[in-house]
């Protein structure tokens, strides 16, 4: 029996069996911490998650220890396998590996909470040129210290609790399975255990066995979830980075003819025919503002003036807004092509995909075509989260980063960037000096973790119940100062001013943290030259907002976009599309649906039931809904892989 313990493979065993046990630790203390992430969660829910987080951990675990179960399981010689130089170089295979696997996954249990996915391979891209990465670990790890002393407690415990093989000399070790020391007998067992034992690596590598079963990916979690957001707690983070990092980013579904699929849905506008709401606004500037999560909920206007924005608040009551407006993306590198060149997030965001290389049109490249100076600011580094490239490759003439702010030492936050109130100043200052017409767009950065503001206005502004929500009133007063600034120039009274936010954040009340309020951002028109305030009951995307400017501006030559306008005329297709992964998500302007590629998977009256708890039968699902959801699906990814997305 001691022989029998001391074998290889059921020490092999009971190592996998450790780690696995590591990570329900943490999926169970990532549940404990975060139940606003999870609300109204059974525990009979909880084990089929925990049940299908077994899965995906198995999964990853058999990937990371390859090399260790390779070293542990070849039929070589015992006296090799036992010893020691051999079971240390096996021990650090299966440590390292593993503890950087345990690292990750505790990471995660942070950063999540700002992107509502797992961290994927588009990570390292995503901050591949961000130089202050450390200094922002550094603040999470005292920020959130519990979740730092969790992860070292459990990383310790497991390295303690690491089995090796006992070592032994040539002479004592003689193999349990046989009575005799018969080297044949040995040789023929271990190597059957080997063939075996590697067949259901595989297995378990693939999520599962059969003809039809496909590798087990991101979006299988979905079937031991009620609801998109819960697959952050099926997943977890090695595997996500692993599967995400595999093969083509996408595949063609091919749900129509291409000819079929452009009396579908087409991105390809031409401009024909007369605006029903004409808005004369030729050779006016355009302003784009970007304000850094600036979620709905956080706006007192649209929510019966309970928020942090006082002054968003005044304007926005003199402003064309949407009842529903909608982000694309949940993360900031999703909304520039969103925002400006009109195309979605689905997937991956686009600009750390293999397709970010195509050529894109924007606002910025149409209106340079008419005579307008283009520039776009951001008081981050140059380079730093990939907008610097972005700007250039959609057309825009000028960028002005922190390399280009005169006093970037004094005013930088230090962590992200400048901070709003100076660079929004200095945003106001250099547009004075730019010949007209002009486009600008302007990204803000204050209001992100870690959340702080300068420290003269400590103590300002509303604390509220979240972090972020005094830095959204720091941002809120920075906007004010910024048109208490524009106001006493020539060009504020023929400028269109756009204002939306790159994503959601820090979401507190029911109506917000479900799957259609996460989303929920402003989008706003504000000229009262030429727009008389309205609040309409249709619906908005990002994606309408270069198609409205275009419209605005009397853009008469062809363009390619996503979305339609909203602003001069009444939209074709009243819907707004985003992907909350794994599913695709179509909101018209009472209903939510979910789609996962191949069926309907959920359906909500929204406006009756706002807190998404009565779901209605897949099959009532309006069939022009479906198919205008593949079409759209269909020509993203079509015309990616393709680069075809610019006018033709």
């Not at 992100?448 to 509303?462: A, L, S």
Request: a negative charge; glycine letters at 6%; charged letters at 15%.
């Amino acid at each position: 029996m001691k022989r029998f313990w001391n074998h290889p493979w059921v020490c092999a065993a009971y190592n996998i069996l450790l780690i696995l046990a590591a990570y329900t630790l943490s999926r169970l203390f990532f549940y404990w911490v975060s139940p606003d992430l999870f609300p109204d969660v059974s525990f009979s829910h909880l084990m089929e998650m925990l049940w299908g987080g077994f899965r995906f951990d198995l999964t990853a675990v058999l990937y990371l220890s390859s090399v260790y179960l390779l070293l542990m399981l070849l039929p070589l010689p015992m006296s090799w396998r036992q010893n020691e130089v051999y079971q240390s170089v096996a021990k650090y295979f299966f440590l390292i590996p593993n503890l950087i696997g345990l690292a990750a996954n505790s990471i995660d249990m942070v950063y999540v909470r700002f992107t509502d996915r797992r961290t994927t391979i588009t990570f390292f891209d995503e901050f591949q040129n961000d130089g202050n990465l450390l200094g922002i670990f550094m603040q999470g790890v005292v920020q959130y210290w519990y979740v730092t002393f969790f992860a070292l407690a459990l990383m310790t415990a497991f390295v303690w609790l690491y089995r090796p093989l006992r070592y032994k000399t040539v002479d004592t070790v003689k193999p349990f399975h046989c009575k005799t020391a018969n080297a044949v007998g040995y040789y023929i067992f271990e190597t059957l255990l080997f063939v075996v034992t590697v067949y259901f690596i595989v297995i378990g590598i693939r999520g599962g066995f059969g003809k039809y079963t496909r590798p087990i990916t991101l979006s299988n979690a979905l079937q031991y979830t009620n609801r998109p957001q819960e697959t952050i707690l099926v997943l977890n983070t090695p595997f996500s980075i692993m599967r995400s990092s595999e093969g083509s980013t996408y595949t063609d579904p091919k749900y129509f003819e291409l000819e079929a699929l452009e009396t579908i849905m087409t991105p390809w506008h031409k401009n024909e025919g007369e605006k029903e709401l004409k808005v004369k606004a030729e050779g006016f500037n355009v302003v784009v503002f970007i304000l850094e999560s600036f979620a709905s909920e956080h706006i007192g206007f649209y929510n019966e003036g309970k928020g942090f924005t006082p002054f968003l608040d005044s304007l926005l009551a003199q402003s064309v807004t949407w009842e529903y407006s909608f982000a694309s993306g949940r993360k900031s590198i999703d909304a520039m092509p969103s925002v400006l060149s009109s195309i979605p997030m689905l997937i991956n965001p686009y600009v750390v995909t293999p397709y970010s290389t195509n050529a894109v049109s924007s606002i910025a490249d149409c209106l340079r075509r008419e005579g307008y100076t283009t520039a776009f600011f951001h008081g981050a580094p140059n380079g730093s989260m990939g907008f610097q490239a972005y700007a250039r490759s959609a057309g825009f003439q000028k960028y002005y980063g922190m390399d280009e702010y005169p006093d970037a030492k004094r005013d930088f936050d230090g962590t992200w960037a400048i901070w709003d109130e100076p660079f929004l100043q200095f945003y106001g200052r250099t547009m004075s000096t730019i010949p007209e017409p002009f486009m600008t767009a302007v990204f803000t950065a204050s209001s992100h973790h870690p959340f702080r503001v300068p420290e003269q206005y400590e103590g300002v502004f509303p604390q509220g119940s979240q972090p972020l929500h005094q830095c959204i009133g720091y941002s809120d007063n920075a906007m004010r100062q910024f048109f208490a600034y524009a106001r006493t120039q020539p060009w504020f009274d023929h400028t269109l001013f756009v204002i939306t936010a790159d994503h959601t954040n820090q979401l507190c009340t029911p109506t917000y943290t479900n799957a259609l309020g996460q989303y929920r951002v402003p989008v706003v028109f504000y000229c009262p030259a030429l727009l008389p305030a309205e609040q309409r009951h249709d619906i908005v995307s990002q994606t309408d907002i270069m198609p409205s400017v275009l419209g605005a501006v009397g853009y008469e030559a062809p363009y390619f976009a996503f979305g339609e306008d909203a602003l001069t005329t009444s939209k074709t297709h009243n819907y707004a599309v985003c992907y909350n992964n794994p599913v695709y998500q179509i909101m018209s302007d009472s209903l939510l649906m979910q789609f996962d590629g191949k069926q309907v998977t959920a359906l909500y009256n929204y406006r009756c039931d706002p807190l998404l708890q009565q779901p209605l039968p897949a099959d009532q699902a309006p069939e022009e809904m479906v198919q205008y959801l593949k079409a759209y699906v269909q020509q993203y990814i079509y015309r990616m892989i393709n680069n075809r997305l610019t006018h033709e």
